[in-house]
């Protein structure tokens, strides 16, 4: 990326992490011996509907960059338009698949929107590069595109646009998987590669006999890896992953540690999954990563020794580690109060004689409620045709089955003598695949038809439930046994990290005193969401859990705050 300097560098992400947080985090960086700090720009996160721009607070990019260079860091910026980063959509707006725009191609559906994104981003962070006194050293040109396509007038068209939106000065690099980087690269602009635990020489081999004389950078070492609800948690090789940091840069790589620091996937941000044997495998509110840095920031063993490595391999010795943050427990707690949604006020419903996406309706995340009435009696199969991503199937406010879309499940049959009853499906937004031939597809709610016996059901009520507003639900003191919206009070003494056990709840998400903490599903791997201190304060703390799930066998949802995460 930058001709004769060797970069030692650790990826972590500013949306993943509080704002008040990016300082310590970036000092603990310095302190593990990296000289740069690496990051994606999430476009969906800065433009959440066409031409509506948001660098404020924790999407101040800018101001991340600024603190990582007074932090003593430079800064490898990766502003995609795309960057998988098991994000929702790989970063990707989700209002792109209302407008049908052909993503990550030279179409001018995308390349449009992507040429006014690029242009206001620059206004932000082009200021910022090497050239004119900032830490910004490189700048990516895509994200491993090569695992998606191979058309160079397309990668050609997002270099362009980069050096119109003023990123001329800093050198441009494409990454790639090395079987990928063919594909995925342009001549003339510099490669990295992408590659996991124990494969560094095979990397290098093959990085070497596609460009003998280019220098041998590796764009992202994963030292860790991430996490799908209903799969084991991972932890990796720690012995191998210090092996490998050793070769390289006794080789005189240059190395980005992916991830240095995960942080968290908070709100509805997780992405996605999808395999030729897993059609569905959704990323969990943790992404931990098993990172050098855990998720509440504190270092672990993997760090100490990273640390040591850098320092004997380069002769310098780094800043002292900083005291790590503390966590705190919190006294069990109860979620007393309830909404259930079925029965809920929602306002106006959209009318249409078919089921419309969520993107149709204007609407990026959490759940659609479609609604229609049925005549009876009925005894029959009901399928709903490429249902994404959860459904709560109910008659007449009664739970009849839950459709998993990991599980390829799309039918259930029904049994009612009534002459008329109402039929609702809840569906969840599990959050957008991000990786693969099939991300350009994923629209959500309900995506085609629904039949009964054969028989296609038109004429829809939907509610959009994006659940950015909690303010507007009524709630009361009965136990639901339906979807509802859970509420209690947390106190706290002296506000500090902790992490909130779920493991109560069956399915949803979960707000504290307003903010998103992120999801839950009681099929695991996680059991507790991270909350940090900051959005805490001292006294009582108003909680708010979404559950999906019938809970009349659970009874009253008992929470509390433990000191680290918990793992099934």
């Avoid at 030692?8 to 992400?13: C, K, L, W």
């Avoid at 602009?189 to 004389?213: C, H, N, S, Y």
Wanted: aromatic letters at 10%.
């Amino acid at each position: 990326m930058i001709p004769g300097r060797r970069i030692i560098s650790g990826e972590m992400h500013y949306a993943r992490i509080p704002r008040e947080y990016w300082r310590q985090r970036l000092r603990m960086a310095r302190a593990m011996g990296l000289d740069t700090t690496s990051t994606y720009v999430f476009w969906n996160r800065h433009e959440p509907a066409p031409g509506a721009f948001d660098f404020n607070g924790g999407n101040d990019v800018a101001a991340y960059v600024r603190t990582a260079q007074e932090e003593g860091l430079d800064v490898i910026l990766r502003p995609g338009p795309y960057v998988c980063a098991e994000w929702d959509f790989g970063g990707l707006p989700a209002w792109l698949l209302r407008e049908d725009a052909r993503v990550r191609s030279n179409d001018e559906s995308y390349m449009r929107p992507v040429r006014a994104w690029l242009h206001r981003l620059g206004e932000e962070l082009a200021p910022l590069q090497r050239a004119y006194g900032g830490p910004v050293i490189a700048v990516q040109l895509e994200n491993e595109y090569g695992a998606f396509g191979s058309d160079g007038a397309y990668l050609h068209a997002l270099k362009d646009a980069l050096h119109d939106a003023g990123f001329a000065p800093s050198p441009l690099f494409t990454i790639d998987q090395p079987k990928d980087v063919a594909r995925g690269s342009l001549d003339g602009v510099p490669i990295a590669a992408t590659f996991a635990p124990g494969d560094a020489e095979k990397a290098f081999e093959q990085m070497r006999a596609l460009r003998p004389q280019a220098p041998l950078q590796c764009g992202e070492y994963w030292a860790g890896w991430f996490d799908h609800w209903g799969e084991p948690h991972h932890r990796l090789d720690d012995e191998q992953q210090a092996r490998d940091l050793e070769w390289m840069l006794e080789g005189g790589w240059s190395v980005n540690v992916y991830m240095f620091h995960g942080g968290t996937n908070v709100g509805f941000w997780n992405g996605a999954n999808s395999s030729d044997t897993q059609p569905y495998q959704p990323d969990t509110t943790s992404y931990d990563y098993d990172a050098a840095l855990d998720e509440a920031g504190r270092p672990t063993e993997k760090y100490a020794c990273f640390r040591e490595i850098i320092a004997r391999v380069t002769g310098v010795e780094p800043p002292p580690v900083p005291d790590p943050p503390q966590t705190i427990e919190v006294p069990e707690f109860f979620l007393t109060q309830s909404c259930a949604l079925l029965d809920a006020d929602l306002g106006n419903p959209v009318l249409a004689d078919a089921p419309l996406t969520m993107e149709a309706l204007g609407q990026n995340f959490g759940c659609v409620l479609y609604r229609t009435d049925l005549r009876g009696p009925v005894d029959g199969a009901l399928e709903i045709d490429a249902v994404r991503d959860f459904a709560v199937v109910a008659l007449d406010g009664e739970i009849v089955a839950t459709l998993d879309r990991r599980l390829g499940e799309s039918r259930v049959r029904i049994d009612c003598g009534r002459e008329r009853m109402r039929l609702d499906i809840l569906v969840e937004n599990g959050g957008r695949i991000n990786y693969g031939p099939d991300m350009p597809f994923e629209r959500k709610g309900i995506t085609r038809a629904v039949h009964l016996n054969g028989r296609e059901l038109r004429g829809w009520q939907m509610f959009g439930l994006p659940f950015d507003d909690l303010r507007a639900f009524r709630y009361g003191s009965a136990s639901a046994a339906s979807p509802a919206l859970l509420r209690g009070t947390m106190h706290v003494e002296q506000p500090a990290d902790t992490f909130i056990d779920v493991s109560a709840l069956g399915k949803g998400a979960l707000w504290i005193n307003g903010r998103n903490a992120g999801r839950f599903w009681n099929v695991g791997p996680q059991r507790a969401l991270y909350v940090p201190g900051v959005w805490l304060h001292p006294g009582a703390n108003d909680v708010v859990a979404l559950d999906l799930l019938p809970r009349a066998s659970r009874g009253t949802p008992a929470l509390r705050g433990i000191l680290a995460p918990s793992w099934q």
